[in-house]
């Protein structure tokens, strides 16, 4: 239920006017890192399904675009750049020997709207590699090369993901006799 909150909060954030740090930033400025921040915490969040970890991943990713500053093409190209080292530093998360050795707390996937918890709660059972491709695809909108690019993945292995993704929620949720998707 802690994701679920915390998903919703950021969509009440993400609805108001007003969004508070320092009086002496301008709100355009404020308006566009919060944004930022948005974009890269919810495909931290839906790929760690750990909210604590998916914070620490999006100050990790900004620390790391501080340290390195690149030069950008573009704000598109800025973008893709932080989504792909949010993605790398969520893979190096999940990988790591201490995450295997803790327990999850993972209560429910953040949903919009009540009748998504049980399909996103399947999604949230998902191997890492599936619940990736469909986090950027449905949620985000990338399309698959975009994912492809964001990932490092060739775009066969992106769809083959995708779809084998697709079949298992498909399969468990036939079983769960799930009809209103």
């Known amino acids: 239920m802690e994701l679920l909150q915390a998903w919703n909060k950021t969509n009440q954030i993400e609805q108001t006017d007003s969004v508070q740090m320092g009086s002496d930033c301008p709100f355009s400025i404020r308006q566009k890192l919060f944004q930022d ?10 790929i760690t399904g750990n909210m604590s970890d998916a914070e620490d991943i999006v100050q990790e990713a900004f620390l790391r675009a501080y340290e390195k500053a690149p030069e950008f093409e573009s704000e598109e190209h800025e973008k893709a750049w932080l989504i792909r080292v949010t993605v790398n530093l969520c893979k190096s998360r999940l990988r790591s020997p201490w995450r295997k050795r803790i327990v999850r707390l993972l209560d429910s996937y953040p949903a919009s709207e009540p009748e998504q918890h049980e399909l996103l709660e399947q999604i949230i059972t998902l191997p890492p590699k599936y619940r990736t491709v469909i986090h950027l695809f449905y949620y985000e909108g990338y399309s698959i090369k975009d994912i492809s690019a964001l990932t490092g993945q060739k775009e066969s292995t992106v769809r083959s993901h995708l779809t084998r993704a697709r079949q298992k929620l498909k399969s468990v949720l036939k079983e769960v006799d799930y009809e209103s998707i």
């Open 37 to 46: 921040i948005l974009q890269l915490f919810r495909p931290a969040l839906a």
